[in-house]
């Protein structure tokens, strides 16, 4: 089965970049999804394959995928930001998803 | 603009079939070509994806669940199911619908409780 490695926590200071990053064999030819959970909502899509940032998510997230790793970057966290985020892919018609990162803002 | 509620019983009892139904609003469920999936987040865990269904009936499920799950669609009432036997208390869970290859949107999730 394919494994998705997710940092257990995040820090970041606010107004500073945040990145997130998630790792798997070869995971550049695999499209990545990224979500954000906050306690008692639902999960939010704010990237989806890679690097696409859905309408209604801001400029400040963004995604990258290459080699072993694909990373979500929040430029200029705000407090808002803090959340659980989880990132996705699909493996052999199903779903794989990473442990989670929680990301405090400082 | 795509709504999807979840709804079914809050609480289940060790060994019977937890039963769910997403309703699908501000659009047809059969269009789009969309797949539709079930997934859970146990509390403190991390999100599970438990299967998907498409308009046609086409199913794909996790392979951990396969054995229990049973997921169909009904475009007549815009709704989807989801049917998980022989429940247990990891079972329990927060349950969500959503739409697509990658997720979006998502139903507000519905709590369920394996009990006796």
């Known amino acids: 089965s394919y494994d998705l490695t997710q940092p257990l926590s995040v820090s970041v200071a606010l107004g500073q970049t945040a990145r997130i990053t998630c790792g798997g064999n070869?995971?550049?030819?695999?499209?990545v999804h990224w979500y954000q959970k906050k306690p008692g909502q639902a999960p939010v899509l704010v990237i989806f394959?890679?690097?696409n940032r859905p309408s209604g998510i801001p400029e400040r997230f963004s995604g990258s995928n290459s080699g072993n790793t694909a990373t979500l970057t929040i430029s200029g966290a705000q407090a808002g930001d803090e959340a659980d985020y989880y990132c996705?892919?699909?493996?052999?018609?199903?779903?794989?998803f990473g442990g989670g990162t929680e990301l405090t803002v400082l | 603009q795509v709504q999807l509620q979840e709804s079914g019983p809050g609480l289940v009892k060790p060994s019977q079939t937890l039963s769910l139904t997403c309703t699908v609003s501000?659009?047809?469920?059969?269009?789009?070509?969309?797949?539709w999936s079930w997934l859970r987040q146990p509390a403190g865990k991390g999100l599970e994806w438990i299967g998907r269904?498409?308009?046609?009936?086409?199913?794909n499920y996790n392979p951990s669940l396969k054995s229990r799950v049973t997921m169909s669609v009904d475009t007549s009432k815009n709704q989807l199911s989801l049917k998980l036997s022989s429940v247990t208390a990891a079972d329990t869970a927060m349950y969500y619908c959503?739409?697509?290859?990658?997720?979006?949107?998502w139903g507000q999730g519905t709590l369920v409780t394996v009990s006796s």
């Open positions: 394959r890679d690097s």
């Open positions: 501000g659009g047809s469920i059969s269009s789009g070509s969309y797949y």
């Open positions: 070869n995971i550049r030819d695999k499209n």
């Open positions: 996705q892919v699909w493996d052999s018609s199903s779903v794989v």
């Open positions: 959503t739409r697509g290859n990658w997720f979006d949107p």
């Open positions: 269904v498409y308009t046609s009936g086409t199913t």
